[in-house]
């Protein structure tokens, strides 16, 4: 029987944007010129992604809850930068038909950030030709308290019954709902989730490079995505059984 080796496309990209800090300090530069770079990069591969290529969704890791942590002047400039810019990227969207959601708390974010935020979901809502989610203040381990939280209100209130508590009923208490991640990129050469995504995951394909965020060009997403179109191609030419787990 012929094997269906048809290179795949993924429907859900997510990037975990990392390595600008690294890129700043390898060329003895401010961290803030590092971050500068990495956005200007960040709508590049935004733009290419879901307006060049087709992917219909792309889920961007850009500000972790984690990241609070960081130096004070650290975190407002990042924050400066957000509530700069995203203005401009959901002109950028909203020219090509894309809708832009966020993913994250919006406890512990500044008021022009917010507005910014908002300013970008309510232009863009009645858009469908593919969706940018940005995940702004996110870390999956909240995500997931937080959906804990909305599903133990509703069976206090009885409007919901602890035997009909199912993946679905905690998918739907997730931030957004959208497909599940077929690709997962990080850049920098770490090879770790660092609390993205966790739920929605779960079968993805990961691609890792040593390449640092505002170096990732053009070319190096293309080079992901073959590398996801020749990792599914296999899978799909893989005999299976129905006690195959694993591979």
């Known amino acids: 029987m012929p ?6 496309f993924p429907t859900h990209v997510a990037i975990i ?13 401010p961290v803030s010129l590092g971050h500068k770079a990495g956005f200007d990069r960040l709508r590049e591969i935004t733009r290419y992604a879901v307006g060049d290529r087709g992917v219909y969704v792309l ?12 130096d ?27 809708k832009v959601l966020f993913s994250g708390r919006r406890e512990g974010l500044q008021q022009r950030v917010l507005d910014a935020m908002d300013y970008m979901m309510d232009l863009t809502k009645d858009n469908d030709k593919g969706i ?14 937080d959906a804990m939280r909305a599903i133990a209100g509703e069976v206090k209130a ?36 660092s609390n993205f995504l966790l739920w929605q995951c779960a079968y ?6 040593p390449v640092l965020f505002p170096d990732f060009t053009k070319e190096c997403f293309d080079k992901a995505l073959e590398e996801y179109a020749a990792a599914t191609a296999v899978w799909a030419a893989t005999p299976k059984s129905k006690n195959l787990y694993f591979t």
């Open 158 to 193: 009885g409007t919901l019954q602890p035997e009909e508590i199912n993946e679905k009923t905690i998918e739907s208490h997730l931030y957004r709902d959208l497909p599940p991640v077929d690709l997962m990129i990080r850049t920098s050469g770490e090879e770790r989730l």
């Open 204 to 209: 993805s394909e990961f691609y890792f490079t």
């Open 72 to 98: 004070v002047k650290e975190v407002g400039y990042l924050m400066d930068l957000f509530a700069n810019n995203f203005r401009t990227i959901a002109d950028e969207m909203n020219e090509r038909g894309c």
């Open 59 to 70: 889920s961007l890791y850009v500000f972790s809850t984690e990241n609070f942590s960081r």
């Open 17 to 29: 944007v990392d390595g600008n800090r690294r890129w700043a300090k390898q060329r003895l530069m």
């Open 3 to 8: 094997q269906d080796t048809a290179a795949r």
């Open 132 to 145: 940018v989610n940005f995940c702004l203040n996110y870390g999956s381990h909240a995500e997931l308290t």
